[in-house]
């Protein structure tokens, strides 16, 4: 077990009102096992800014940067017609299925709630689960949209070439395209 992790445990939770026993904060930390380490501090961090109160794991848990947008930013990624396109993640996917015939009903706020109310419970049931973040392409009919998409998808290291190729065999990517993904994984390598 990591000690300096267990010392941080220890005194985010002193900072939040909460003095853990060693055995408490050996347990706690190994809740948080199976995550990345990084991804953990970066959440303590979050949790002595943020946590009113005694400090769960629950609140490391849901301030953990895996690289999933928060809701607002996933419903804002979304295209509500067959022309655009974006790429999102599953539980981005998941959550717009369970609200699309709302939203085109015409109740764009309700459908808004019921996806932020969704898509927090996915994210919340995949973190959990130790799943690391998919993203994939939903391409639209406008090649202009498309390479827009995949392009800014590449330049934030979202896609591959693999996952692009998996996604839209039929429809090749750009030169420019390409070109981002391959920097995008130099800077992640």
Same mark, same amino acid.
């Given at each position: 077990?990591?000690?300096?992790?267990?010392?941080?445990?220890?005194?985010?939770?002193?900072?939040?009102?909460?003095?853990?026993?060693?055995?408490?904060?050996?347990?706690?930390?190994?809740?948080?096992?199976?995550?990345?380490?990084?991804?953990?501090?970066?959440?303590?961090?979050?949790?002595?800014?943020?946590?009113? @109160?005694?400090?769960?794991?629950?609140?490391?848990?849901?301030?953990?940067?895996? @690289?999933?947008?928060?809701?607002?930013?996933? #419903?804002?990624?979304? *295209?509500?017609?067959?022309?655009?396109?974006?790429? #999102?993640?599953?539980?981005?996917?998941?959550?717009?299925?369970?609200?699309?015939?709302?939203?085109?009903?015409?109740?764009?706020?309700?459908?808004?709630?019921?996806?932020?109310?969704?898509?927090?419970?996915?994210?919340?049931?995949?973190?959990?689960?130790?799943?690391?973040?998919? #993203? *994939?392409?939903?391409?639209?009919?406008?090649?202009?949209?498309?390479?827009?998409?995949?392009?800014?998808?590449?330049?934030? @290291?979202?896609? @591959?070439?693999?996952?692009?190729?998996?996604?839209?065999?039929?429809?090749?990517?750009?030169?420019?395209?390409?070109?981002?993904?391959?920097?995008? *994984?130099?800077?992640?390598?």
């Amino acid at each position: 077990m990591n000690s300096e992790l267990l010392k941080a445990v220890a005194v985010t939770a002193e900072l939040c009102g909460r003095v853990l026993s060693p055995e408490a904060a050996a347990v706690f930390v190994d809740d948080l096992s199976g995550y990345p380490e990084a991804h953990v501090v970066g959440a303590l961090r979050r949790c002595r800014k943020e946590v009113r @109160g005694v400090l769960t794991v629950q609140d490391v848990v849901s301030r953990l940067d895996d @690289g999933r947008p928060t809701a607002a930013e996933a #419903w804002a990624s979304l *295209t509500f017609n067959e022309r655009d396109s974006t790429v #999102w993640t599953d539980e981005a996917a998941q959550a717009f299925g369970i609200v699309a015939d709302i939203h085109e009903n015409g109740d764009r706020v309700g459908a808004r709630l019921a996806f932020i109310a969704a898509y927090d419970r996915l994210v919340a049931e995949a973190r959990d689960q130790r799943c690391p973040v998919n #993203w *994939t392409p939903s391409l639209g009919s406008d090649p202009a949209g498309r390479e827009a998409a995949l392009a800014q998808a590449a330049r934030l @290291g979202r896609i @591959g070439k693999e996952q692009l190729a998996l996604a839209s065999p039929d429809v090749p990517a750009s030169p420019h395209v390409l070109q981002l993904i391959a920097h995008a *994984t130099q800077r992640a390598a």
